[in-house]
């Protein structure tokens, strides 16, 4: 009878044990994300020099194509050293995802060598968060490329 028992109590054991390893279905799936971003208007200025170092801030405007469709407003501050520049920037877009429309605030990180057109600048975009249609979307990629050529890649998903 003991045995039994314990078979039992290991067999319910072993089936919620199961049960509980199965993964969550996700409502939307992750999905790629890839377009280009395009600088409209850029208004920089420069805020101190300390040594080597040069802080500028300034504000751009922008439209990306690709999976976010519509204009953004950037913010940002850089730092630019003798060997190259970092970047920081808080971006603020409208427009489509899909079907769906709303707000998004990006961090945007990176970096470059310089302010020349043929310069390759890099760097990393993570959605903060969202409003109206797009409240749920995350999401995090790469961007890069020429100033006159930049593209982004990376995934999304609704949660």
Same mark, same amino acid.
């Given at each position: 009878?003991?045995?039994?028992? *314990?078979?039992?109590?290991? /067999?319910?054991?072993?089936?919620?044990?199961?049960?509980l *390893?199965?993964?969550? !279905?996700?409502?939307?799936?992750?999905?790629?994300?890839?377009? /280009?971003?395009?600088?409209?208007?850029?208004? @920089?200025? !420069?805020?101190?020099?300390?040594?080597?170092?040069?802080?500028?801030?300034?504000?751009?405007?922008?439209?990306?194509?690709?999976?976010?469709?519509? &204009?953004? &407003?950037?913010? @940002?501050? +850089?730092?630019?050293?003798?060997?190259? +520049?970092?970047?920081?920037?808080?971006?603020? %877009?409208?427009?489509?995802?899909?079907?769906? *429309?709303?707000? =998004?605030? %990006?961090? =945007?990180?990176?970096?470059?060598?310089?302010?020349?057109?043929?310069?390759?600048?890099?760097g /990393?975009w993570?959605?903060?968060?969202?409003?109206?249609?797009?409240?749920?979307?995350?999401?995090?990629? &790469? @961007?890069?490329?020429m100033? &006159?050529?930049? +593209?982004? *890649?990376?995934?999304?998903e609704?949660e």
């Amino acid at each position: 009878m003991r045995k039994v028992l *314990s078979a039992a109590l290991i /067999a319910c054991m072993l089936v919620l044990l199961c049960a509980l *390893s199965v993964p969550a !279905v996700r409502a939307e799936p992750i999905t790629e994300a890839q377009g /280009a971003i395009i600088y409209k208007t850029i208004d @920089w200025h !420069v805020g101190k020099v300390v040594g080597d170092n040069t802080f500028m801030y300034g504000t751009s405007t922008l439209e990306l194509t690709g999976t976010f469709a519509g &204009t953004a &407003t950037d913010v @940002w501050k +850089q730092v630019v050293h003798a060997d190259g +520049q970092n970047f920081r920037n808080v971006l603020t %877009f409208t427009g489509m995802v899909g079907d769906k *429309s709303g707000t =998004l605030t %990006f961090r =945007l990180v990176g970096c470059a060598p310089g302010l020349e057109p043929d310069v390759v600048w890099s760097g /990393a975009w993570t959605i903060l968060h969202g409003t109206d249609d797009l409240e749920n979307l995350r999401g995090e990629g &790469t @961007w890069g490329g020429m100033a &006159t050529d930049l +593209q982004y *890649s990376g995934y999304i998903e609704f949660e």
